[in-house]
């Protein structure tokens, strides 16, 4: 069966550190995929898309890797700030087929 | 304004009873989804719209309609509402997928069925 997994358990990180966070898939062949942050009460907002053909994507503090062999993807943020505390989804599309999300792992950091 | 908005915010009803759920976005899209999230199951796709002609049904559409009335506007009903329907539902909007299909998120409404 076709699956996405996130950690289910909170990362807990000191604030300044770097935190990652891991995707995993089966039974994908993703073209792309994106991560969204989510804070409480609130709709995810968009972050990154990484391509199929792409191994890594940077964007301020925030960079994500893209390993198709492995089927995973990492997501690190660096220099973690308390504000960064959210839950982090991710997300995968195959051609022609819908967007998919994982169930999202909370970061906490701590100052 | 946001960009995405959804009302009501907050809905508690009982087993039984028809709710809609409304969405309208101002992004100028014509792609609009409507999800659901559960705790530790992620958001699942409810129905789907392409255009204003255009309604698919997602993962989930079991107990749910939807009506897309406008370009702008895509509204969830559930005819007879149940208990296992309580959650949290988010409308969705997205370009066209030869560019990145990004979703833009409402804030969501917070559905309780007793």
């Known amino acids: 069966s076709q699956k996405i997994e996130q950690n289910s358990e909170a990362l807990n990180i000191q604030e300044g550190k770097t935190a990652t966070l891991t995707c995993n898939y089966t039974?994908?062949?993703?073209?792309?995929l994106q991560w969204y942050r989510q804070d409480p009460g609130r709709g995810p907002v968009f972050l990154l898309l990484?391509?199929?053909?792409?191994k890594e994507k940077r964007k301020e503090r925030l960079k994500v890797t893209f390993d198709t062999t492995l089927k995973q993807s990492l997501f690190h943020i660096t220099a973690s700030q308390p504000a960064d505390s959210a839950t982090y989804l991710c997300a995968l599309r195959e051609y022609g087929n819908k967007l998919v999300f994982g169930a999202g792992t909370i970061l906490r950091v701590k100052s | 304004d946001a960009d995405v908005t959804q009302t009501p915010r907050n809905r508690i009803t009982k087993t039984g009873k028809r709710i809609m759920l409304e969405c309208s976005q101002t992004?100028?899209?014509?792609?609009m989804y409507w999800y659901r999230q559960d705790p530790g199951l992620g958001l699942r796709l409810i129905y789907y719209s392409f255009d204003v002609k255009d309604i698919n049904k997602g993962e989930i559409s079991d107990g749910y309609s939807v009506s897309r009335q406008a370009q702008a506007k895509f509204s969830l009903s559930l005819e007879s509402a149940i208990p296992n329907q309580t959650a949290l539902y988010f409308c969705?909007?997205?370009?066209?997928?030869?560019?990145?299909?990004?979703?833009?998120f409402g804030p969501g409404t917070r559905l309780t069925v007793l």
């Open positions: 039974n994908y062949s993703p073209a792309y």
């Open positions: 992004k100028g899209h014509d792609r």
């Open positions: 990484i391509r199929e053909n792409e």
């Open positions: 969705a909007t997205s370009d066209e997928p030869g560019s990145t299909d990004t979703q833009y």
